[in-house]
Nanobody
């Protein structure tokens, strides 16, 4: 199984930026898809952004134009650059990895992001 370690969360003012990192270990294969999900209090977890091993990325409508997902395939690391942050972006952010299309999902422990003035 893949282990995921997230970092980069914290407190930021509205309009500010944060860069989240997620390092995967436990596999020698290129991970099929890596993604960022988030969950705000009282809400369901939602996918924020994802990127396949081919480089195809997808974003939630709420973050398009503001967030950018990228991957370092050699290091099995995924990043989420978050710009122009809004209070509604406040949530626990989780890294997810799936090594193969039908394989199990692997989750990190999460990192908290607070956007507040």
């Amino acid at each position: 199984q893949v282990q995921l370690v997230e970092s980069g969360g914290g407190l930021v003012q509205p309009g500010g930026s944060l860069r989240l990192s997620c390092a995967a270990s436990g596999t020698r294969s290129t991970i099929y898809v890596m993604a960022w999900h988030r969950q705000a209090p009282g809400k369901q977890r939602e996918v924020v952004a994802s990127m396949t091993k081919s480089g195809t990325s997808n974003y939630a409508d709420s973050v398009k134009g503001r967030f950018t997902i990228s991957r370092d395939f050699a290091e099995n690391t995924v990043y989420l650059q978050m710009n122009n942050l809004r209070p509604e972006d406040t949530a626990d952010y989780y890294c997810k990895a799936r090594v193969t299309p039908l394989g199990a999902e692997n989750w990190g422990q999460g990192t908290h992001v607070t956007v507040s003035s």
